[in-house]
Antibody, heavy 122, light 109 residues
């Protein structure tokens, strides 16, 4: 069955870096677009980044552009998010999720991981 | 980017009530528009996509509709397991970005 398992969260000081991982099983990353979505404590959902199914395109929210980088390793079927120059406002649970393209139409996020908590604090 | 204005932010209702949540978008993209349910400590769960299509496994008491830039999620008869927070979502094409509404927390009256 489809599973997404995030890891790599933790407590990090402002200005430092962290890399999150999302291990996928039950499907291959080469057939789905993959996203990172975050949720600050007690707040709503914020879309962060996407990588296309073929790796050809990556898009970012303005709030993370230039600081975060999405990538993947298809041999490990794993998605990554490199978080640099971290700020207190980056504190959140980070989820990975997938989308599919059906008949040329992008579909919403049908599977999500359980999330990993990133806390940026001195 | 598309702006989404979701209302109400909080909703107090009883089991069996009919509940409606609205999302107003600065642009409409009916082929994508989605609704998610999120329970405390859990990841969001897709309920509705393409404005009105029920995701597999979602009970039929959930329905979605949309006209122009206004989209609606309706729960026809609220059940105890439906108390949660609901989010709308829209896709902005070229450059591709995704936007969530602010959320509607449905609480027990």
């Amino acid at each position: 069955q489809v599973q997404l398992v995030e890891s790599g969260g933790g407590v990090v000081q402002p200005g430092r870096s962290l890399r999150l991982s999302c291990a996928a099983s039950g499907f291959t990353l080469t057939t789905y677009g993959m996203h990172w979505v975050r949720q600050a404590p007690g707040k709503g959902l914020e879309w962060v980044a996407v990588i296309w199914h073929d790796g050809s395109n990556k898009y970012y929210a303005d709030s993370v552009k230039g600081r975060f980088t999405v990538s993947r390793d298809v041999s490990k079927n794993t998605l990554y998010l490199q978080l640099n120059s971290l700020r207190a406002e980056d504190t959140a649970v980070y989820y990975c999720a997938r989308h599919r393209v059906r008949g040329g139409i992008i579909t919403p996020f049908d599977y999500w991981g359980q999330g990993t908590l990133v806390t940026v604090s001195s | 980017d598309i702006q989404l204005t979701q209302s109400p932010a909080f909703l107090s209702a009883s089991v069996g009530d009919r509940v409606t949540i609205t999302c107003r978008a600065s642009q409409g993209l009916r082929s994508y528009f989605a609704w998610y349910q999120q329970k405390p400590g859990r990841a969001p769960n897709l309920l509705i996509y393409a404005t009105s299509t029920l995701q597999s496994g979602v009970p039929s008491r959930f329905s979605g509709s949309g006209s122009g830039t206004e989209f609606t999620l309706t729960i026809s008869s609220l059940q105890p397991e439906d108390f949660a927070t609901y989010y709308c979502q829209q896709l902005n094409s070229y450059p591709f970005t995704w936007t969530f509404g602010q959320g509607t927390k449905v609480e027990i009256k």
